[in-house]
Nanobody, 126 residues
Framework: VQLQASGGGLVQAGDSLTLSCAAS????????MGWFRQVPGKEREFVAA????????LFADSVKGRFTISRDRGKNTVYLQMKGLKPEDTAVYYC????????????????????WGQGTQVTVSS
């Protein structure tokens, strides 16, 4: 399984950015996907997740109302649309594949994901 995250960059506070994560090597469509982020010196934290069929989503309180997660099962891609970006959103963003297929409710637990992308840097300047 390979996960390729892309779309990161340098933006100003208040701007929008959309991250993409393309999956290959597995029947992606039956697995939920998640986004996590990490700042140097801190633990990786949950950002958002989507169920295998896209019917259920979950967000960290810090991004609720600003971020949206979606997936295109035909393209094996999951997206993280970020609006109203803040300097505290600066981090390396990782996409991850749920270890369990057909999970009804997406998980925020890092241990429930067993494949990870390489990360994409998002930097928000004030």
């Amino acid at each position: 399984v390979q996960l390729q995250a892309s779309g990161g960059g340098l933006v100003q506070a208040g701007d929008s950015l959309t991250l993409s994560c393309a999956a290959s090597g597995r029947s992606f469509s039956v697995y939920g996907m998640g986004w996590f982020r990490q700042v140097p010196g801190k633990e990786r934290e949950f950002v958002a997740a989507i169920s295998w069929d896209g019917s259920s989503t979950l967000f960290a309180d810090s991004v609720k109302g600003r971020f949206t997660i979606s997936r295109d099962r035909g393209k094996n891609t999951v997206y993280l649309q970020m609006k109203g970006l803040k300097p505290e959103d600066t981090a390396v963003y990782y996409c991850a594949l749920d270890r369990r297929s057909y999970r009804g409710s997406p998980s925020s637990w890092e241990t429930e994901y067993n494949y990870w992308g390489q990360g994409t840097q998002v930097t928000v300047s004030s």
